[in-house]
C-alpha cells in the first residue's frame, strides 16, 4: 500500500513567518503534488513536481514555492505566511493515475 | 471559472438505499474523470474512475455513469451504508495524467441508520 506522510497534522504560524510543510512518499512515484482544500472552493493545485529538481506551477502558486531534492521528498514553502493562506494542505503522490493522499496538514496562520 | 461543479453540498440518505452523487463539467478536453472519498481528519481516497470512452464503469456497490453530451457524471452508491459518510470530490483530467485534475467542492453525504 502507497504511504504518503504529512510530517505535521496541525500547525499554528506567525503572519511573516517563513512556513515548511514536509512530505514523504514511499512507493517511488515520479509525480508528487501540493493541494489546498478550503470550504467551497474544494482541492486547488498549488505546485507539482515530475521528477527531482523540477517543478511546475499549479492553478494558484502565488505566495508559495516547493523543493523536490530527493524523488521520496517534496517540500512546500511559505515564503511569508499570512492569514489567507490559513487551509488544509494536501499532498499527494502517483505514478500515473490516481493520487494517493497523505493526511493532510491543517495550517492556521494568526 | 470553475470547471467541476457538485452543486450538491449535502445529502442524506437511509441506509439500504441508494445514494446519487452529481458533478457537470465546463471543460470538453477533460476525458478522464475520478470519485474520491474523504473522511474527516484523513486524505482523500481513490473510488472510482472512468475514461470518456465508456458511459459507465461498475465497482461493487459503486457505480459512476458518464454522459459526455450534458458533461455529467453521477456516482450510484447501492446499497448505502453508514460507513459511507463522507466527503466525495468528483475530479476530472485531460488524460489519465491524474494528477493535474480538476477538483469539484465535494459533497458530504450522510447515510442514516
Redesign the interface.
Known amino acids: 500500500d502507497v504511504k504518503?506522510t504529512q510530517s505535521s497534522?496541525y500547525l499554528v504560524k506567525r503572519t511573516g513567518e517563513k512556513v515548511f510543510l514536509e512530505c514523504v512518499q514511499d512507493m517511488d512515484h515520479e509525480?508528487m503534488?501540493w493541494?489546498r482544500q478550503d470550504p467551497?472552493?474544494?482541492?486547488?493545485?498549488i505546485y507539482?513536481s515530475y521528477d527531482v529538481k523540477m517543478k511546475e506551477k499549479?492553478d494558484i502558486p502565488e505566495g508559495y514555492s516547493v523543493s523536490r531534492e530527493k524523488k521520496e521528498r517534496f517540500s512546500l514553502i511559505l515564503e511569508s505566511a499570512s492569514t489567507n493562506q490559513t487551509s488544509m494542505y494536501?499532498c499527494?503522490s502517483?505514478q500515473?493515475?490516481?493520487?494517493?493522499?497523505?493526511?493532510?496538514t491543517r495550517l492556521t496562520v494568526t | 471559472d470553475q470547471q467541476?461543479k457538485?452543486n450538491s453540498p449535502s445529502l442524506s440518505v437511509q441506509e439500504g438505499r441508494i445514494s446519487i452523487l452529481n458533478c457537470d463539467y465546463t471543460n470538453s478536453m477533460f476525458d478522464?474523470f475520478?470519485w474520491?472519498k474523504k473522511y474527516p481528519?484523513?486524505?482523500?481516497?481513490?473510488l472510482i474512475?472512468i475514461s470518456s470512452i465508456k458511459d459507465k464503469n461498475e465497482d461493487g456497490r459503486f457505480t459512476v455513469f458518464l454522459n459526455k453530451s450534458a458533461k455529467h457524471l453521477s456516482l450510484h452508491i447501492v446499497p448505502s451504508q453508514p460507513g459511507d459518510s463522507a466527503v466525495y470530490?468528483c475530479?476530472a483530467?485531460v488524460g489519465?495524467?491524474?494528477?493535474?485534475?480538476t477538483?469539484?467542492?465535494?459533497t458530504t453525504l450522510t447515510v442514516k441508520p
Not at chain 1, 500515473?96 to 493532510?104: A, C, D, K, Q
Not at chain 2, 489519465?96 to 485534475?101: F, I, L, Q, Y
Open positions: 504518503v497534522r509525480n503534488f493541494y467551497g472552493l474544494g482541492l486547488r493545485l507539482f499549479g494536501l499527494a502517483t500515473n493515475s490516481p493520487l494517493h493522499f497523505g493526511n493532510g | 467541476v457538485q478522464y475520478l474520491y481528519a484523513e486524505g482523500p481516497t481513490f474512475s470530490f475530479a483530467s489519465t495524467n491524474a494528477g493535474k485534475s477538483f469539484g467542492d465535494g
